[in-house]
């Protein structure tokens, strides 16, 4: 399976963005999906997940109320609509996808070598 983002760019702050991450090789309907960021200077970090059922299971405290995961399974495709974007959600955007043998509220906490990732897309919130 191979991951496509899609969707980042320049906004400022306030402004809203949706990234798509669509799979082409394989179908997602058997993969919880995520999206992950890296910002400079820090670690990376899982920013919101959902279950392969489409039930989402992680929202970080960071943007919790702002960000929302969903999934399109007959498009192939998960997203991340982010609202009320802030200087601090800058960074490059990896959505990520494992197998629903994991579980559905764990599976992005050790990511080894049978998860997918997406190239990353950056996103950048001016002030």
């Known amino acids: 399976v191979q991951l496509q983002a899609s969707g980042g760019g320049l906004v400022q702050a306030g402004g809203s963005l949706r990234l798509s991450c669509t799979a082409s090789?394989?179908?997602?309907?058997?993969?919880?999906m995520g999206w992950f960021r890296k910002a400079p200077g820090k670690e990376r970090e899982f920013v919101v997940g959902?279950?392969?059922?489409?039930?989402?299971?992680y929202v970080a405290d960071s943007v919790r109320g702002r960000f929302t995961a969903s999934r399109d399974n007959a498009k192939n495709t998960v997203y991340l609509q982010m609202n009320s974007l802030e200087v601090e959600d800058t960074g490059v955007y990896y959505c990520?996808?494992?197998?629903?043998?994991?579980?559905?509220?764990?599976?992005?906490?050790?990511?080894?070598?049978?998860?997918?990732w997406g190239q990353g897309t950056l996103v950048t919130v001016s002030s």
């Open positions: 090789g394989g179908t997602l309907d058997t993969y919880h």
């Open positions: 990520a996808a494992r197998s629903r043998k994991y579980g559905a509220n764990t599976w992005w906490r050790y990511m080894g070598d049978d998860a997918y």
């Open positions: 959902i279950s392969w059922t489409g039930r989402p299971t």
